[in-house]
Every structure is written in structure tokens, then in C-alpha cells.
């Protein structure tokens, strides 16, 4: 049983494109959330969703669009995409707001941008 | 905004030796403080989280981790590492923004378990 799950795992694809990424939690968590991770491995939140609204944008490019349809799903829509895209993109979930929650992260999915 | 500082980006050690990864953290008021693992090509997992109460706190695989507030460290731990214990360690630190958590990250240390 997979807690956190994203697809796809690859996504290579060529600059200036539209895409997105999926992202699945069954654990039953009302938060969800979209973090970076750059090629020096730096981790960094995007977006955080509770309850199906936006909570936390963290100074991301208009290109990028969350959108969560219920609960479990936290899809990332990403327009004209530009070279810098290229991470690994985390999804992940939580229960709750507060500062002790523990987040439970999916596999991620790399993008490549040529 | 508080911040994480992982002293060193890379740890080489022998398989069977002891080992401590480190970790300081800017001083607040209240303190939430996790460390993860991440694997080669895998997600981020949960070793272990200091919320309150003892300042040692145990996790899996072994780690353990002390938290102290006088020199605001959380340093990882562990007496014996074994080969797959190679991955990337990530401290973080947990702080609430526009009434919403947000993990800190700091910048990852490369543990390198040699035989």
C-alpha cells in the first residue's frame, strides 16, 4: 500500500511545453503539499494545500498551478516550461496545521527539461 | 524565518564505526525539530522527531538524535553504520506560516558508508 503516490516517476520534456504531475495520499490527511528539490539536493516548499485551499505559496512563477480537487489529490500543473524547471518535485502530506505535524513524502517525480 | 545549517555536506565513514551528522537550527521559542533520509532515487522517510519532553530522542534503523537548547543543535547519531545506511540526511526544522506548517530544510549531508 503506497501512502503517497506521484506520477509519472520521469517526465522528460522540452522547453517551453505544458505538464503535470499527480499526486495521491491514502492516509487520510487533510494537508498536502508541493516541495523542490534542486540538483544540489535543496529542498523547498511551493505550495501547501489544507482542506482543499491554498495556504502557503511560497513566491513560485505564475507558471506554476496547483490544484486540488478533494482532499487526497494535489495535482501541479506547470506552463511553459523553462530549463530551471529541471528538480525533482516532492509531494507530500500531513494531518493538520500545526507546527508537529509529521509530513509523509511521496517517491517524486523527476523533470527534465531540454 | 528560522533556518537549518547542516555543518558538513558530506560524511565518509568505515562500515561499523560510529557516526554524527550535525545539525544547528536558529533559536525560537518553541522548537520542532525531524530528521529525514532520503535514498538514492527514493522520497523522503521520517528517522526521527523531537516535539517535547526528553531532549534523546530514539528513531529507526538505529538513530538517535539530542537535542540542545543552549547551543541549538540536533545532531544525528550512530554507534555502527552499516552499508545501507548510505543517503542523503536532512535536518529540518517545523514553523507555522500564514497558519499553515512548513518544514525548513536545511542542505542535506551525503552519509558515505565504505567497507
Known amino acids: 500500500d503506497t501512502a503517497v503516490s506521484q506520477t509519472p516517476k520521469y517526465l522528460v520534456t522540452q522547453m517551453g511545453n505544458d505538464k503535470s504531475i499527480k499526486c495521491e495520499q491514502n492516509?487520510?490527511?487533510?494537508?498536502m503539499y508541493w516541495y523542490k528539490q534542486d540538483s544540489k539536493k535543496f529542498l523547498k516548499i511551493m505550495f501547501s494545500?489544507?482542506?482543499?485551499?491554498?495556504?502557503i505559496n511560497e513566491t513560485v512563477p505564475n507558471r506554476f498551478s496547483p490544484k486540488s480537487p478533494d482532499k487526497a489529490h494535489l495535482n501541479l500543473h506547470i506552463n511553459s516550461l523553462e530549463l530551471g524547471d529541471s528538480a525533482v518535485y516532492f509531494c507530500?502530506?500531513?494531518?493538520?496545521?500545526?507546527?508537529?505535524?509529521?509530513?509523509?513524502f511521496g517517491p517524486g517525480t523527476r523533470l527534465l527539461v531540454l | 524565518a528560522q533556518s537549518v545549517t547542516q555543518l558538513d555536506s558530506q560524511v565518509p565513514v568505515f562500515e561499523e564505526a560510529p557516526v554524527e551528522l550535525r545539525c544547528n537550527y536558529s533559536s525560537s521559542v518553541s522548537v520542532y525539530l525531524f530528521w529525514y533520509v532520503q535514498y538514492p532515487n527514493q522520497g523522503l522517510q521520517l528517522l526521527l522527531k523531537y516535539l517535547s519532553g526528553s531532549t534523546l530522542v530514539k528513531g529507526i534503523n538505529g538513530f538517535e538524535a539530542e537535542f540542545n537548547k543552549s547551543q541549538t543543535s540536533f545532531h544525528l547519531r550512530k554507534p555502527s553504520v552499516h552499508i545501507s545506511d548510505t543517503a542523503e540526511y536532512f535536518c529540518?526544522?517545523?514553523?507555522?506560516?500564514?497558519?499553515?506548517?512548513?518544514?525548513?530544510f536545511g542542505q542535506g549531508t551525503r552519509l558515505t558508508i565504505n567497507p
Open positions: 494545500y489544507n482542506n482543499k485551499e491554498l495556504i
Open positions: 492516509l487520510g490527511h487533510d494537508t
Open positions: 507530500a502530506s500531513s494531518q493538520g496545521t500545526g507546527p508537529r505535524g509529521i509530513q509523509y
Open positions: 529540518a526544522v517545523s514553523e507555522v506560516i500564514q497558519g499553515a506548517q512548513k518544514l525548513v
